[in-house]
């Protein structure tokens, strides 16, 4: 059994940076890909970030290229989420997920998953 706790979520402004931390305990963290999903009110889960377990390898859903950068300390078993830029439409509740399957977008291959952290961006 996995376990992830996520931290780092909070009140920030538009335009500002805001990183996540996903701390991972159990089996070997180098034996999973790591994914960052996010949920607002009303809305369905959506893909976020993820990263493989061995080659650098890293998967960004359209609206955050070139804003959320996604990496990994396995020496920490820690999964990081750096925001920039953050727009309104991106509040919403973060999650941290890992597979032991394969990388990929698809929320059903991600075996574990942490409760989430709080994200609000305001004007």
């Known amino acids: 059994q996995v376990q992830l706790v996520e931290s780092g979520g909070g009140l920030v402004q538009v335009g500002g940076s805001l990183r996540l931390s996903c701390a991972a305990s159990g089996p070997s963290f180098t034996s999973y890909a790591m994914g960052w999903f996010r949920q607002a009110p009303g809305k369905e889960r959506e893909f976020v970030a993820a990263i493989s377990w061995g080659r650098e390898s890293t998967l960004y859903a359209d609206s955050v290229k070139g804003r959320f950068t996604i990496s990994r300390d396995n020496a920490r078993s820690t999964v990081y989420l750096q925001m920039n830029s953050l727009k309104s439409e991106d509040t919403a509740v973060y999650l941290c997920?890992?597979?032991?399957?394969?990388?990929?977008?698809?929320?059903?291959?991600?075996?574990?998953w942490g409760q989430g952290t709080q994200v609000t961006v305001s004007s």
């Open positions: 997920a890992a597979t032991s399957v394969r990388l990929g977008i698809q929320p059903y291959i991600y075996n574990y």
